[in-house]
């Protein structure tokens, strides 16, 4: 019979055990000595239900980490006095608990490598997309939540077990003892509430009953244990059955234990041997069921991206290197595939991170679709996956693969009753030819995909030699682009534009031009990209406007005022930088009046960030400058910008003036995009105009200002200036593009 506690010493037993609470809001440290970047990642951070706290130096940081706890601290390397590496080491010295992500400017590679070393979860340098920020500090509170939830199920456990051992048989394990022959004498009602199992079906029968039939083999040294003491068995797991058929599997832990014969009735001493014989074993198995599940669920989000269920990049690793080992053994090729998304930054920035997250997921979806057995298919990045196809024999083999993958991406794909479309780019490498190890293979196939890039993205390539090749150029083409500036090797060309009603100039657009030393004069096509990708817009921002700038004094001073000049900013600018600053500056230094000088954006960069460009177009604004949107159209537009931000122009962009090619036909883009400006009472220019054709039909449709190659091709400065003069034209804007 099972005796019920009383009520004193109930509460004996369970005195110790924690009484669980709703967790707390994450709390979050934020250490910068740049006081506007501190406050914008608080800003950034501040519309998540995170705890956040701002401090300036390490030793004041140190303070409130040794005072308070923090769960993570997003900590800069470079500040005066204790810098973050210096933190880190106090940090660990003193066995705080706090996890680390580096945010930091430092382009050094042993800066972060030194942060990786002193166990900092993460490393982002400056300038960083927001997303980047977010998501690291998601999953860093997401892992510190986990792990926090598994000390917490452990110490319930340990706990417990406390009570387990008084509550034997009201809340008991189950409890069991053997003969020598391995049948059961004895079990307690535990055995039938987790294996349906009642007392009499098991007391006299054998234990492979109720044993896993992998299992009977390990099952053997359990229930037949012989030894005693610590040599005994402990802690092994093994699985039982269920009487039920539909029950569910379960995991047991067993601490099994032997009793010899002793003088009390337990013992029986034969004569003839001479010895104590054993008569029995007794163990006790803990049902670990859902500590099991824990485990196995933070073993697999270790080596699977939580959002698309694929393999990450730690488990793809391990897989390529077990592939390269294997291929190498038997003389097998393989290939890696490098897959990154066209567009998909666009689309996430435009329709939000929890539409980007669908889409995602419907990705992965489809790709593994197109999977044989045996291939892996892993997410590495926001939108870049890897693929590993063993045993491909050739070329043909990959780009089957490849064509299955692009053919799955054209059907659009449905985020809540809105169509989007999507396309990609991949990279293929080949094992042996293009590299020996998972490092070469993975690198290659994304230079490839980076090939493919370039030539119009939505296909598929393989690595040459040659790409390598290239690739180092590009690198070498930034490092260089670096000092055109202080060696004077850029320079402005204009491209006229144009009032096709009285042929006049009325406007001119600057195109940034580099003379290489080596390639001889660069298009900006070729070197703006790289200057982009290598924070370099800033200082060529700058000179731009004081070129800009110069120019227009030149003008004034020769009787030929211009009346507008227009300055494409890039995101760069908008995003961080003291443009605006610079502008007002050069204005001063040169006498220019700020109506002279209007800035051009794209409508992506409104969408993509609107309340950080609507804090700098509106300073603009008020400052007297025209804003106008350069290549309309091609983005995912919101009219509701065009209204908040203080716009006065949109430019048609080229790549639907191209499609004109009937001076009688319809082009309902261009003729939407006119409508629009005249709707809300925008000016309206067209770039791209290279035919008559294309002209007139314009002109009828309402867009009487014009460019391109049909009027004038791009002078370099003396050549605007004759075209001018020949030209006998009014002021008119400029439309300077970066």
């Known amino acids: 019979m099972v005796q019920i506690p009383t009520p004193t010493a109930m509460a004996t037993a369970l005195r110790g055990i924690p009484v669980k609470t709703a967790p707390a809001a994450p709390r979050i440290l934020i250490v910068d000595d740049d006081v506007r970047m501190a406050r914008s990642v608080q800003a950034l951070l501040s519309v998540f239900n995170y705890r956040l706290e701002v401090v300036h130096s390490a030793f004041e940081a140190l303070e409130r980490l040794c005072s308070a706890e923090y769960d993570l601290v997003l900590l800069d390397l470079r500040m005066p006095g204790l810098d973050g590496h210096g933190a880190m080491d106090l940090i660990a010295e003193k066995g705080i608990d706090v996890t680390v992500i580096v945010v930091s400017g430092e382009r050094d590679i042993d800066a972060a490598i030194g942060a990786i070393k002193r166990g900092a979860y993460n490393y982002l340098r400056k300038p960083f997309r927001p997303e980047e920020l977010l998501n690291s500090v998601a999953q860093a509170v997401q892992k510190r939540q986990m792990e926090a939830e598994r000390r917490e199920m452990q110490y319930q456990l340990e706990c417990s077990e406390r009570l387990y051992r008084y509550l034997m048989d009201s809340l008991p394990d189950i409890i069991y003892t053997l003969d020598p022959e391995g049948n059961f004498t004895y079990v307690n009602d535990r055995a039938q509430q987790l294996l349906g199992f009642e007392r009499e079906e098991l007391v006299g029968s054998h234990y492979s009953r109720i044993m896993h039939e992998e299992d009977l083999e390990k099952a053997r040294y359990v229930f037949q244990e012989r030894r005693v003491g610590d040599r005994a068995s402990r802690n092994v797991e093994l699985r039982l059955k269920s009487s039920n058929a539909l029950a569910e599997q379960r995991y047991f832990e067993n601490t099994v234990l032997t009793i010899s014969f002793n003088s009390t009735a337990l013992y029986a001493f034969d004569e003839e041997k001479n010895r104590k014989e054993l008569f029995g074993t007794f163990g006790v198995a803990r049902d670990i069921t859902e500590l099991k599940r824990a485990e196995q669920r933070i073993s697999y989000q270790a080596y699977h991206d939580v959002l698309t269920d694929l393999p990450n990049r730690a488990l793809f690793k391990d897989r390529l290197d077990l592939a390269v080992i294997h291929a190498n053994r038997n003389g097998s090729a393989l290939a890696v595939m490098f897959v990154d998304l066209d567009g998909f930054k666009l689309i996430n920035d435009t329709l939000g991170h929890h539409k980007g997250d669908q889409l995602l997921q419907q990705v992965a979806m489809r790709m593994r679709k197109q999977l044989r057995g045996g291939d892996t298919l892993a997410r590495v990045g926001g939108d870049e996956f890897t693929l590993l196809l063993p045993d491909t024999r050739t070329q043909k083999d990959a780009a089957g693969i490849a064509k299955k993958f692009l053919w799955s991406l054209e059907q659009p794909f449905d985020l809540d ?322």
């Open 417 to 738: 009753g809105r169509d989007v479309h999507l396309t990609a780019s991949i990279g293929i490498a080949i094992y042996p030819d293009d590299g020996n190890t998972m490092e070469d293979l993975v690198r290659h196939a994304d230079i490839a995909m980076y090939q493919v890039k370039t030539k119009g993205k939505n296909g598929f390539g393989f690595y040459e030699k040659s790409m390598e090749v290239a690739a180092n150029y590009k690198i070498t083409l930034a490092q260089t682009l670096r000092h055109a500036i202080e060696e004077n090797q850029l320079e402005l060309h204009y491209q006229p534009q144009v009032d096709f009603r009285t042929g006049e100039i009325v406007g001119a657009e600057a195109l940034m031009r580099w003379n290489h030393p080596e390639r001889g004069q660069l298009p900006a096509g070729d070197f703006l990209p790289f200057a982009e990708e290598n924070n370099l817009m800033l200082p060529l921002s700058a000179w731009m406007i004081q070129m800009v700038c110069r120019d227009l004094q030149k003008w004034n001073a020769a009787g030929k005022p211009v009346s507008r000049v227009s300055i494409n900013l890039s995101p760069q600018c908008l995003d961080r930088g003291d443009t605006v600053q610079k502008l007002a500056n050069a204005m001063t230094r040169y006498g220019i009046a700020p109506a002279q000088l209007e800035v051009e954006i794209t409508e992506n960069v409104c969408i993509g960030n609107p309340q950080q460009a609507l804090l700098h177009l509106n300073k603009l604004a008020d400052m007297g400058i025209g804003i106008a949107i350069d290549d309309f159209g091609i983005g995912y537009s919101s009219l509701a910008y065009l209204q908040r931000f203080p716009v006065k122009t949109l430019k048609i962009d080229q790549s639907f003036v191209r499609d004109i090619v009937d001076a009688d036909g319809h082009y309902p883009v261009v003729l939407a995009v006119i409508s629009i400006a005249r709707s809300i009472g925008l000016n309206v220019i067209a770039e791209g105009v290279e035919t008559e054709i294309q002209a007139r039909y314009l002109q009828r449709a309402g867009c009487d200002t014009m460019q391109g190659f049909h009027f004038y091709k791009p002078l370099n400065a003396a050549g605007f200036d004759a075209a001018i003069n020949a030209a006998a034209r009014r002021p008119a804007p400029v439309t300077v593009h970066i």
